[in-house]
């Protein structure tokens, strides 16, 4: 790895609270070796931010826009942020 990071914060829409979105996305992204967060929205939404390898955030992008097999994702936001060197992965 050449210490390139990736941030991004994505804000998932559909049926995604209540079936089990957040431990799914957290599981993956030990998987992947992504540090950030997830966490759900008092709008029903999904939000979370990933930092990590870019490769690796790509594919924590891609995840949500499937979801675990018991969500149904209708869309995805994806907004670019400035790396702020974080590390672990939290569900809050």
């Known amino acids: 790895m050449n210490?390139?990071?990736r941030r991004t914060r994505v804000v998932v829409?559909?049926?995604v609270q209540g079936v089990f979105f957040r431990d799914a996305t957290r599981s993956e992204a030990d998987s992947q070796g992504v540090a950030g967060w997830v966490t759900?929205?008092?709008d029903g939404a999904v939000e979370a931010v990933f930092e990590g390898e870019p490769g690796a955030v790509q594919?924590?992008?891609d995840f949500c826009r499937s979801g675990p097999s018991k969500a149904d994702v209708e869309?995805?936001?994806v907004e670019e942020q400035e790396p702020?060197?974080?590390s672990?992965?939290?569900?809050r």
Do not use: I, P, Y
């Open 75 to 77: 869309n995805v936001e």
């Open 13 to 15: 829409h559909g049926d």
């Open 84 to 86: 702020e060197g974080g």
């Open 3 to 5: 210490g390139e990071r």
């Open 88 to 91: 672990g992965f939290e569900v």
């Open 59 to 61: 594919a924590m992008v």
């Open 40 to 42: 759900n929205r008092d």
